[in-house]
């Protein structure tokens, strides 16, 4: 039990296994491990695990037998989380947008589609410091983690990697949407200062008022 074969690289071992087998359909416990060969305790420890993690969800009961059984299936967010081709789709989307658009167009796409983004999160409020803080964890919970320091003036967000580094490959645009973003978030100007070579980063500077 256990063994390491993976649902798109993003889950493995057992868990992996009872996704793949729950994306047919709802099942039971009890169908669950006789398909798989696992025993019911660890099948209904794996799925109070997948269901708290958000992966799986309870859809019902199956009734027959001696008494009625939990149905569980995949939750309708787990194809998008474990799809490898957000990634590559978003770079060929960026380049053969830069290679058809002018800049400035290009440019501003990305700030709207930055600016809208933004609305995916409550508005943070207080002090400029307090909101440069809540922004922070926004980028952290996107999957940039980050540090604020203060510089002549500035505070500046650095990340200590990039969260779209495969879509950027040395464009600006892609880090102007994230500008926008911050701007929307923060209500104050924003200025990216983002590394862009082989180990991008991210980074941008609010100016102090």
């Known amino acids: 039990m256990g063994d390491e074969r993976s649902v798109s690289g993003s889950v493995t071992g057992t868990r992996a296994e009872i996704i793949d087998f729950l994306r047919r359909g709802p099942a039971t416990p009890t169908e669950i491990a006789k398909h798989l060969g696992f025993t019911y305790n660890a099948v209904r420890m794996h799925l109070v695990s997948l269901v708290r993690d958000g992966l799986l969800r309870p859809v019902g009961v199956r009734r027959g037998g001696t008494r009625p059984s939990m149905l569980y299936e995949v939750t309708p967010a787990l194809d998008d989380l474990l799809s490898r081709a957000y990634t590559p789709f978003l770079s060929n989307l960026v380049r053969a947008l830069s290679e058809r658009l002018p800049e400035t167009q290009l440019d501003e796409i990305m700030r709207t589609v930055g600016r809208d983004l933004a609305e995916e999160w409550p508005r943070p409020r207080g002090t400029l410091t307090k909101r440069i803080e809540a922004a922070s964890s926004v980028l952290a919970e996107l999957g940039a983690p980050n540090e604020i320091t203060r510089t002549n003036g500035t505070i500046r967000i650095r990340g200590f990697g990039c969260l779209l580094a495969t879509a950027v490959q040395g464009r600006p645009h892609v880090c102007r949407a994230m500008e926008a973003l911050l701007e929307r ?17 991210c980074c941008f500077d609010v100016t102090i008022t």
Not at 185 to 201: I, K, S, W
């Open 185 to 201: 978030l923060l209500e104050a100007p924003v200025r990216e200062c983002c590394e862009r070579g082989e180990r991008p980063r």
